[in-house]
């Protein structure tokens, strides 16, 4: 059981530059989410997705783009790539939506877009 | 719109000390608080979940509780240990995404 897992762990990108971040989870669960975290900002939602095929925007989400075609996977998108959007990228998943149901992180990708 | 702070931002303490961070939330309409740890360069463990009918739980040396109506909540550790450095991170749960502080960061010296 790996839990949450994230691909890739570090990136270096142009400005301009595409990429995509793959959240996969083993846990059978229904939400997941992607948060960026910055100095000074604490972490903040990005989109999030309850379930296969649904995704919605979060606090931040303008430049970035997901998918939920597999229950197990949520993919961020990165479509034309900012020094704005440098930061560490987490991934979390939990079972249900309800205040019962904690979150759980992945290890995160650091993106540096130079 | 919740906002969370938590005070101190760094604290610095011997060890076997027992210490108590804080967090305050601005909106008390909450379904739960949950603390994580985070190391550095390390993704998050969540340490402990308080759901909003919840005063408190425990983890080992680990206590949590929770005022939902004052809108705060305290993580007590007892007798820290070097292991215990890291960033705490308080986060409360509104609507479908947590909201989270910016953390406190513990240093626990030998």
């Known amino acids: 059981n790996a839990g949450v897992t994230q691909t890739p762990k570090f990136r270096v990108l142009k400005t301009g530059q595409s990429m995509t971040l793959l959240c996969a989870q083993d846990?059978?669960?229904?939400?997941m989410y992607w948060y960026r975290q910055d100095p000074g900002m604490g972490l903040r939602l990005i989109h999030y997705s309850v379930g296969e095929g649904t995704t919605a925007k979060g606090e931040v989400p303008d430049g970035y783009n997901v998918s939920r075609l597999k229950k197990q996977n949520f993919l961020l998108g990165l479509e034309s790539a900012a020094p704005s959007q440098t930061s560490v990228y987490f991934c979390a998943s939990s079972s249900a939506g309800g205040g019962t149901y904690e979150q759980y992180f992945g290890p995160g990708t650091r993106l540096t877009v130079t | 719109k919740q906002e969370v702070t938590q005070i101190p931002a760094a604290l610095s303490v011997p060890e076997g000390e027992n210490l108590v961070l804080n967090c305050s939330f601005t909106d008390s309409a909450i379904y739960n608080l949950q603390w994580f740890r985070q190391d550095p360069g390390k993704g998050l463990t969540s340490l402990l979940l308080?759901?909003?009918?919840?005063r408190e739980q425990t983890s080992g040396r680990l206590n949590a509780s929770l005022d939902k109506s004052s809108g705060r909540s305290t993580l007590y550790i007892a007798a820290s240990q070097p292991g215990d450095s890291a960033t705490y991170l308080c986060?409360?749960?509104?609507?479908?995404?947590?909201?989270f502080g910016k953390g406190t960061t513990l240093s626990v010296s030998s």
């Open positions: 846990m059978n669960h229904e939400y």
């Open positions: 986060a409360v749960k509104g609507g479908t995404a947590l909201i």
């Open positions: 308080i759901q909003s009918s919840q």
